[in-house]
């Protein structure tokens, strides 16, 4: 009996031992397959960093090739218009109109000077779908404005752009208005006759749909081809502290003392409204009467108008000339009614607005009627009614 005692009394500490054993075996088995893990992930990692490298080497090589290619093609096209062109001396650029404005204002007479100074006059900017998709305009009415690059492509001199330089005769000085006609070099004003024939102007962004942009406060004539359009952004286009020359302040040479209507331009209205309507983008002859009295509120003269002696309005109108036109300048034009009287003419939204302005700087608004030199024919506009919803 003591001896089976005897023999069974180690049996839990060699069981202890094999279990330990076993676990041993055990955590060293899973020690090594933990190590063996990171040591694999380690190695795929680095594989597909290589690949990845490899990639982007062959992107970049792709693209400098890419670049060298557009370089070489632009020198071609760049060659090819010099030996086409009589100006051989001058790198050209390809550039195309993305778009044309539909504006209120139908001639050069009565667009005004400068940007915002007509808060009523509204354009609508049309893009050409084939180069300015919908999206490319996503965003920009997050804006209250923009910029405008355009052409002034009612200059009477731009067959001069395809002249050599030493015969196109560009003038090195214009006349200024609020300079009475004193001549500045043209880079110092904002002429439209320029070597380049390029605008640049901002204006209200009102609404965008589609392909449509619908702006106000603009000074762009109908038909204006656009080349970009770019959002202003009042912390870098607005300089604190910038400076112009005394004469650029100067208001008192464009402002008229006051705006009447005669009793009798509101029926006239009315009647010439009934034609125009459907193609306005303004909602009512009131709302268009406004536009007429802030356009109206500058003087929109030639320097020559406002200069030409009374005394040869008296010569003038001494003559049967009562439905002649004065050779005054191309911008502005003038009928002299009788030796009392000279009439002028604002052409807005396809009517002929006339007026007179006394010597003390007051207008006169006497009638309207529809312009005989404008025709949109069968040409699709924008309406008031497309933005009724936007500008309401």
């Not at 929109?300 to 109108?317: A, F, M, P």
Request: proline letters at 5%.
């Amino acid at each position: 009996m003591q001896k089976h005692q005897f023999s069974e009394k180690p049996m839990p500490a060699i069981l202890a031992l094999a279990l330990a054993a076993v676990f041993s075996a055990s955590s060293a088995i899973s020690f090594y397959k933990w190590k063996k893990k990171p040591m694999e992930s380690y190695s795929k990692v680095k594989e597909l960093q290589k690949s990845l490298n490899s990639a982007l080497e062959k992107c970049a090589a792709e693209r400098q090739g890419r670049i060298r290619a557009q370089q070489a093609l632009r020198k071609a096209v760049v060659a090819q218009a010099q030996t086409e062109s009589e100006n051989s001396d001058t790198t050209s650029y390809p550039m195309a109109p993305i778009g044309v404005v539909q504006s209120c204002f139908s001639t050069r007479n009565g667009t005004p000077r400068q940007p915002l100074l007509v808060p009523l006059a509204r354009a609508c900017l049309i893009f050409d779908s084939t180069r300015v998709p919908p999206a490319s305009l996503e965003g920009l009415e997050e804006y209250s404005h923009c910029w405008i690059i355009y052409v002034f492509h009612l200059n009477t001199d731009l067959e001069k752009l395809w002249k050599h330089p030493s015969k196109s005769k560009f003038k090195a000085k214009v006349r200024v208005p609020r300079l009475k006609g004193g001549r500045r070099g043209v880079f110092a004003t904002r002429s439209p006759h320029r070597p380049c024939p390029i605008g640049l102007t901002v204006a209200k962004v009102e609404a965008v749909q589609g392909n449509v942009l619908l702006l106000s406060g603009i000074d762009l004539v109908d038909g204006t081809p656009v080349l970009d359009i770019k959002p202003y952004l009042p912390y870098c286009d607005s300089i604190e502290g910038a400076v112009v020359p005394n004469w650029v302040t100067v208001d008192s040479m464009l402002s008229i003392a006051s705006v009447s209507f005669s009793d009798d331009f509101s029926s006239s209205l009315e009647s010439c409204w009934i034609s125009v309507e459907k193609k306005s983008l303004y909602s009512s002859p009131d709302e268009l009467k406004n536009l007429v009295k802030q356009v109206l509120s500058w003087d929109i003269r030639s320097v020559s108008q406002r200069n030409r002696l009374h005394n040869d309005l008296l010569e003038i109108g001494t003559t049967d000339t009562s439905n002649s036109t004065l050779d005054m300048d191309d911008s502005q034009d003038g009928e002299a009614a009788d030796s009392r009287e000279l009439m002028y003419h604002l052409v807005l939204d396809g009517m002929d607005f006339s007026y007179e302005i006394d010597g003390n700087g007051n207008v006169i608004i006497k009638k309207v009627r529809r312009s005989s030199s404008v025709s949109f024919g069968n040409e699709k506009r924008c309406n008031y009614s497309m933005w009724k919803d936007k500008l309401e």
